[in-house]
């Protein structure tokens, strides 16, 4: 059966980075586009980043541009804030059909002092 | 990107339908346009995709549309285990994606 499988929930100070890893059950991650989204407590789903099957092409909201970056296999957030409190989900899309079918179960990164 | 609006909230009966509109010069441009479901405490899942799409497993009385700058979900013989949040999300210029901020569907 297919499924992503993400880290573990992670604590981090402000101004620390974080890792999410993102790995593939079940099917060749290879074949199928990655993004990442991120929900903060209570609140909607906020799309982040988009990477390709190969790693060669990826694009970020503006808003992350400089602040993330994502591979094939990850997601790094650098200079966390406390607004960075979130369930940070990866998806797959079959390539070019903007359908995210198979979603992580979700990594909850609290930023605390 | 600019920014989808979706109704906060929308409720129905059972056996009722009903419809969430999302709007946005995105979904207006576009054609992948889709539709999440959420549970609480659990991940998404997509209902409906490109425009009106419904992938293999997702119920018939989900449906989608659209007309200019409106995209609609429109969920039919309303089932209790549809009380969930509805999310759209539309493909932006330069390849990003955007999300509407959510519609908490109540089953009456």
């Known amino acids: 059966q297919a499924q992503l499988v993400q880290s573990g929930a992670e604590v981090k100070k402000p101004g620390a980075s974080v890792r999410i890893s993102c790995t593939a059950s079940?099917?060749?991650?290879?074949?199928?586009?990655t993004h990442w989204v991120r929900q903060a407590p209570g609140q909607g789903l906020e799309w982040m980043a988009i990477i390709d099957s190969t790693g060669g092409w990826s694009t970020y909201t503006q808003k992350f541009q400089g602040r993330v970056t994502v591979t094939t296999d990850y997601l790094d957030v650098n200079s966390l804030t406390f607004e960075d409190t979130a369930l940070y989900f990866c998806?797959?899309?079959?390539?070019?059909?903007?359908?995210?079918?198979?979603w992580g179960p979700g990594t909850l990164v609290t930023v605390s002092s | 990107q600019s920014a989808l609006t979706q109704p906060a909230s929308v409720s129905g009966s059972p056996g009722q339908s009903i419809t969430i509109s999302c709007t946005g010069t995105?979904?207006?441009?576009?054609?992948?346009v889709s539709w999440y479901q959420q549970h609480p405490g659990k991940a998404p899942q997509v209902v409906i995709f490109?425009?009106?799409k419904r992938p293999s497993g997702v119920s018939d009385r989900f449906s989608g549309s659209k007309s200019a700058k409106t995209a609609s979900l429109t969920i039919s013989g309303l089932h209790l285990e549809d009380e969930a949040d509805y999310y759209c999300?539309?493909?932006?210029?330069?390849?990003?994606?955007?999300f509407g901020g959510g519609t908490k569907v109540t089953v009456l």
């Open positions: 999300c539309a493909l932006a210029p330069g390849s990003v994606y955007v």
């Open positions: 079940g099917y060749t991650l290879t074949s199928f586009y």
């Open positions: 998806a797959r899309e079959a390539p070019g059909t903007g359908n995210l079918d198979l």
């Open positions: 490109g425009v009106s």
């Open positions: 995105d979904v207006g441009r576009s054609d992948h």
